[in-house]
């Protein structure tokens, strides 16, 4: 089983960027195989999921550090909240990111659900899914075709162009996170993985024979790899729940710091809990 951090962009560590760098460099140095960075511009108040007052830095500036003070560990955004990005502006941001990070950025794009933070960044709650999914196809034109064209109902342009590409050919990884049956089709039909954030493994049980159903419904490309299932569980795992989730076809374990506590607490939670410890 793959292991992972998630939340290293939020909480203390958005507050202090030398915690986020000790943190990042204590995974890799322990063989974590993966960073996930969390995306929220703002977020409504009251918020029900966590204090509206908790840092959150922004996803492609954290991505952008963790790729500095790292080398080899994998940078994942986990999950762009895609339709309230513009998506020629994002296309340069992420290609540029994994240039400096060497070619090691994954795209994890979910739909997002906050309709405060939807009105405040521009765009419909309802119509998030069309978006997302021109915003793909526009993106992955900017980085795949000589001569980059797109002509869509939100994204229109021809004769320009943007580099540098990314360094990952075809193009950067793409990981889809969601519960909707839209966002289980875009995962079949274009992700190399899917992303489940929160869940336990009872959760994780329903999602994946959710997203099984979509598989058994939707036409993935010829010749493409299964999707790498990536969980963020409720809770810190032992060895018998990783055993369990390992069952499910989960490839991947994205563990969440207690971003709230001191940083040698912090630090500790990250030795007791690597990779040669816990599989």
């Known amino acids: 089983m793959k292991i992972g951090l998630t939340g290293v962009n939020s909480g203390r560590m958005a507050a202090e960027p030398d915690l986020m760098s000790r943190i990042a460099r204590l995974a890799e140095e322990l063989g974590y195989d993966s960073l996930w960075a969390s995306d ?55 290609a540029s990111v994994d240039v400096v990070s060497g070619g090691r950025l994954t795209l994890g794009i979910g739909v997002g659900w906050n309709e405060p933070e939807m009105h405040a960044a521009g765009v419909s709650l309802h119509e998030r899914g069309r978006r997302t999914d021109e915003y793909l196809d526009a993106m992955y034109a900017l980085w795949t075709m000589d001569k980059p064209e797109y002509h869509g109902e939100y994204v229109d342009f021809g004769g320009i162009n943007a580099y540098p590409r990314p360094v990952q050919k075809p193009a950067i990884p793409l990981v889809v996170g969601g519960y909707v049956p839209s966002s289980y089709r875009r995962a079949v039909e274009r992700g190399g993985g899917w992303y489940g954030y929160g869940l336990d493994v009872e959760k994780a049980r329903q999602r994946l024979t959710e997203l099984r159903d979509a598989h058994s419904r939707h036409q993935r490309p010829a010749g493409w790899a299964e999707l790498e299932i990536t969980v963020a569980p409720a809770e810190t795992p032992d060895r018998d729940m990783l055993r369990a989730y390992a069952e499910l076809g989960v490839h991947r374990l994205a563990l969440r710091i207690p971003n709230d506590q001191s940083p040698n607490d912090m630090e500790r939670f990250v030795r007791e809990h690597a990779p040669d410890r816990l599989n």
């Open 40 to 94: 929220h511009i703002a977020v409504a108040d009251p918020m029900v999921r966590f204090p509206p007052t908790m840092p959150m830095m922004d996803v492609v500036v954290a991505m952008t550090y963790l790729s500095a003070v790292t080398r080899t560990i994998r940078i994942c955004s986990g999950i762009v909240i895609l339709p309230q990005r513009q998506p020629v502006v994002l296309a340069k941001q992420l």
